[in-house]
């Protein structure tokens, strides 16, 4: 065989599924409490909060996209937009000084939590069968973050950027040909802070190329630095759908 065929054997052998596929992953569903969302800004001279405790949740809807590109089997690149938004609703029963400003005890106020996150990531499968598909990589993530006190006397927020290194983590068990069971997620966990994003759930496969999903999503974490103090522990109901293109 010349090498112009083995260049042409290669190329069909790496555009077919069996070695190369790109999947979309589109998810949401509503965010549906919070167990705790702890805020101290500064973390020097500020006064802790708890949101989720002191103050009212809004139920919002989230959306999350995330893109697969999986090859040589066991490969798989990944990138991930996920916003999240929330509005709490209510008055602290204490003075709060957040951001370097005094939010009076029982006064009604407002706070904008935001959240939002965009990742990278490289996974390798270390079991790739016809059952079970288990897995472990590296994600970078971009984390922006922004917290907003207001009332009909003050406005403020304060909002920040970073970069978060995580561990990636995949295990999905298909006891049925239609059926699925998938554990995922984000972590990892330092000395400044910890971050966890975990979804489990069931995916039900109408055809080849197209499944449902629906599940429990938590977000927990959080960072104690020089600047600001906040952990959070945030639930999804969560539906989606998965295509294969």
């Given at each position: 065989?010349?090498?112009?065929?083995?260049i042409i054997?290669?190329?069909?052998?790496c555009?077919?599924?069996?070695?190369?596929?790109?999947?979309l992953?589109?998810?949401?569903?509503?965010?549906?409490?919070?167990?705790?969302?702890?805020?101290?800004?500064?973390?020097?001279?500020?006064?802790?909060?708890?949101?989720?405790?002191?103050?009212?949740?809004?139920?919002?809807?989230?959306?999350?996209?995330?893109?697969?590109?999986?090859?040589?089997?066991?490969?798989?690149?990944?990138?991930?937009y996920?916003?999240?938004?929330?509005?709490?609703?209510?008055?602290?029963?204490?003075?709060?000084?957040?951001?370097?400003?005094?939010?009076?005890?029982?006064?009604?106020?407002?706070?904008?939590?935001?959240?939002?996150?965009?990742?990278?990531?490289?996974?390798?499968?270390?079991?790739?069968?016809?059952?079970?598909?288990?897995?472990?990589?590296?994600?970078?993530?971009?984390?922006?973050?922004?917290?907003?006190?207001?009332?009909?006397?003050?406005?403020?927020?304060?909002?920040?950027?970073?970069?978060?290194?995580?561990?990636?983590?995949?295990?999905?068990?298909?006891?049925?040909?239609?059926?699925?069971?998938?554990?995922?997620?984000?972590?990892?966990?330092?000395?400044?802070?910890?971050?966890?994003?975990?979804?489990?759930?069931?995916?039900?496969?109408?055809?080849?190329k197209?499944?449902?999903?629906?599940?429990?999503?938590?977000?927990?974490?959080?960072?104690?630095?020089?600047?600001?103090?906040?952990?959070?522990?945030?639930?999804?109901?969560?539906?989606?759908?998965?295509?294969?293109?």
């Open positions: 065989m010349g090498s112009r065929n083995i054997v290669f190329l069909l052998l555009s077919s599924p069996l070695f190369a596929q790109f999947k992953d589109v998810e949401s569903g509503v965010v549906f409490g919070t167990n705790y969302n702890k805020v101290r800004i500064p973390n020097v001279g500020g006064t802790e909060v708890n949101l989720a405790e002191d103050l009212s949740i809004d139920p919002k809807i989230f959306y999350r996209i995330r893109g697969t590109y999986t090859f040589g089997k066991r490969h798989n690149i990944s990138a991930l996920a916003p999240l938004s929330v509005k709490y609703n209510g008055g602290f029963g204490k003075d709060v000084n957040f951001n370097g400003l005094t939010y009076q005890s029982g006064q009604p106020l407002q706070v904008f939590y935001k959240f939002n996150s965009y990742r990278l990531t490289y996974r390798y499968d270390i079991v790739a069968k016809t059952r079970w598909r288990v897995g472990l990589g590296l994600t970078a993530k971009i984390r922006d973050a922004d917290v907003r006190f207001k009332n009909e006397s003050q406005d403020t927020h304060f909002d920040n950027i970073g970069f978060v290194p995580l561990v990636n983590f995949y295990a999905s068990y298909k006891p049925s040909y239609r059926w699925s069971v998938i554990l995922e997620g984000d972590a990892l966990a330092a000395k400044q802070g910890r971050a966890e994003d975990v979804f489990a759930g069931l995916a039900y496969q109408i055809n080849p197209f499944s449902v999903k629906a599940g429990y999503r938590v977000v927990e974490g959080g960072a104690d630095t020089d600047e600001v103090y906040n952990f959070n522990w945030i639930n999804y109901a969560s539906v989606g759908v998965l295509l294969t293109l």
